[in-house]
Structures are given as C-alpha cells and as structure tokens.
C-alpha cells in the first residue's frame, strides 16, 4: 500500500481517538451535572476512553503491516468527523453554562451514540484483519448498548 494512504488511514484512525476521548471527557462531565446518575455517567465515560484506547491499538496494527490488506473508505472524511466533534464541543459549553440540564442530556448523548452508530465506524476502514476487526467489533457492541441502555433510561421519563 502507498505510504500516503496508509498516513490517511492512521489521521483517520487518530481523528476516530480524538472524538472517542472528547466523548469521554463530555460524559464525566454529565456525570457532574447528573450526580444522581453518576456511576452511570462513569461507565459510559471509562467505555469511551476504552474505545479510544482500542482505536489507538487499530491504528498500530495498520503500522505494524504497512497498511497491507487495508483500505481507506473516503466517505469517512476528516470534515465529518471534525464538524462531528464540533458538536460536542458545544454541548460542553452548553452543559458548562448550565444551557443543558435534565433529561434533556440523555436524549442528546442518546443522539450522539446513535450517529456514531450511523457514522458506521467499521466503514472507515476496510480490513479483513482479525485483531482490527476483534477491536471494531467491542467498539461498535458497546456502542449499541450505549443506545439501548439510553432509551430505556428515556423511556422512563414518560
């Protein structure tokens, strides 16, 4: 594989840490503003880091093989993924100003987790590499119980 995309796959691969880190650092945050709900909080905050964790060690796999039997997917850009981030930046301020409180942040962290699951992670890059797809698979399992465990907590709003 050319030196240039494997470098395209690995800033994919960081910008990916660099949201799954934001998130982690947005959901202690809730935890602050939701202390009812803090271990809560906690958990999905420790998953996210995990998962930043995880992407990093992708990110090494495609080292360790020089990008062979790997392939950057273009529609997974680095604009979506920055603008993605964008947002999350300002629902801190917002929670930080205490312009988001209450319920309100679950259905907005339940948003988030749903776009992740939408922004279909396992797209951005194409591999058949069992340790990168093994490493995908937890990301995107623990995502999808973000989800769920957030609409159960929603529908108990009602």
């Known amino acids: ?7 395209e796959i690995i ?27 803090r271990a809560f909080w906690e958990k999905l905050s420790a998953d996210e880091a995990s998962h930043a964790e ?7 796999i495609v080292i360790d093989k020089l990008g062979e ?31 988001l409180a209450g319920r309100r942040i679950y259905f907005i962290v339940r ?11 396992a797209e951005a890059v194409r591999t058949n590499d069992a340790g990168y797809t093994e490493l995908l698979k937890k990301i995107m399992q623990e995502t999808r119980l973000h989800h769920a465990t957030l609409e159960e907590k929603i529908e108990t709003f009602y």
């Open 69 to 99: 039997g790997f392939t950057n997917n273009r529609a997974f850009n680095r604009i979506s993924i920055n603008t993605f981030m964008q947002g999350i930046d300002k629902n801190v301020e917002a929670l930080k100003k205490g312009a």
């Open 111 to 121: 948003d988030i987790e749903q776009s992740l699951l939408e922004a279909k992670y």
């Open 54 to 60: 995880s992407i990093a060690k992708m990110a090494g």
């Open 11 to 37: 800033v994919t691969l960081g910008l990916m840490t660099e949201v799954e880190k934001s998130l982690s650092r947005f959901y202690l945050l809730c935890g602050e503003k939701l202390s009812d709900d």
């Open 1 to 7: 594989m050319p030196e240039k995309d494997v470098k």
